[in-house]
């Protein structure tokens, strides 16, 4: 029965993603902390557990867990022109481990609306992990207004676990971009730690295209208060010059998670964005 579950709710999710990408606009990549777990603690991804992010974090990240589970996340993004949204199937049971995910992009990127993402994670080791990634959307170029182009990547991570308490990851974006002049190389860097009183400590440290040497730096914590709450906070200092805090907080139970989380930007004084998330544990 969970196996036929399984295969249903996976076949529903792909009908789902047919029918959004025919009827949205579709749009090009999405940054990092676009869901509610990762965005709580500063929109690391790099050596963070699996979660909804990891196809378009560091693929790597989806080591064997157990579970199963189909995730939806809303975002709202100050000064975007709509809201956001994006839907995930994540497999971290299955020897081949793997998840699917859509993202409606509001356009507060820069670019148009919808894109989707697949990722495959593979042990090489007992401690080291290797991911793949896919991303494909459609783009309009700022020199052809109305014309559209696909774009489509490849990402790949590695994920390496020194013991129980440290993880290390790096992933190199775009490695195979049909378009070499849009989409440029770049890599990103993280770890995280695991202290007592279940208390974590994650850190990326990511390039920015066409920056020279600029880079992103993202820290965040996470803690359980109570056994069934998870808090986290974060902070953001990017290549551009902002800078950026954060908080999240989860409610865990057997059938899966609430989450919320914000991004509030320090240079205005506002809250820049809030993301809700609920994830269905199978």
């Not at 993603?17 to 579709?26: E, G, K, Q, R, V």
């Amino acid at each position: 029965m969970n196996t036929l579950w399984r295969i249903l709710t996976i076949l529903s999710a792909v009908l789902f993603l047919s029918a959004s990408l025919s009827l949205a606009d579709p749009g090009a990549f999405p940054g990092n902390g676009l869901d509610a777990q990762s965005l709580g603690r500063g929109g690391t991804v790099i050596a963070s557990p699996p979660g909804v992010w990891s196809v378009f974090g560091n693929p790597a990240t989806l080591t064997p867990q157990g579970y199963y589970i189909l995730a939806l996340d809303h975002l709202d993004q100050r000064g975007a022109r709509d809201e956001s949204w994006s839907l995930t199937v994540v497999d971290t049971n299955s020897s081949m481990r793997g998840a699917l995910s859509y993202f409606k992009d509001p356009g507060f990127a820069g670019f148009l609306d919808g894109m989707w993402g697949v990722s495959l994670s593979q042990t090489l080791m007992p401690s080291l992990y290797l991911g793949e990634s896919f991303h494909t959307g459609k783009y309009e170029p700022e020199s052809s207004p109305g014309r559209e182009e696909r774009l489509s990547t490849v990402d790949a991570g590695l994920l390496y676990k020194l013991g129980v308490n440290v993880s290390l990851g790096y992933v190199a974006h775009n490695l195979f971009p049909n378009d070499k002049d849009l989409l440029k190389r770049y890599n990103g860097f993280g770890i995280g730690l695991q202290f007592p009183m279940t208390i974590s400590f994650m850190a990326d440290y990511e390039e920015v295209p066409d920056s020279g040497s600029d880079m992103d730096l993202r820290a965040g914590i996470e803690f359980k208060p109570f056994k069934k709450i998870t808090g986290r906070l974060g902070y953001q200092d990017l290549a551009n010059g902002s800078t950026y805090m954060t908080g999240g907080i989860t409610y865990t139970d057997i059938n899966g998670t609430l989450d919320a989380a914000i991004l509030y930007n320090d240079q205005t004084d506002k809250t820049d964005r809030v993301v809700l998330g609920l994830s269905i544990r199978m």
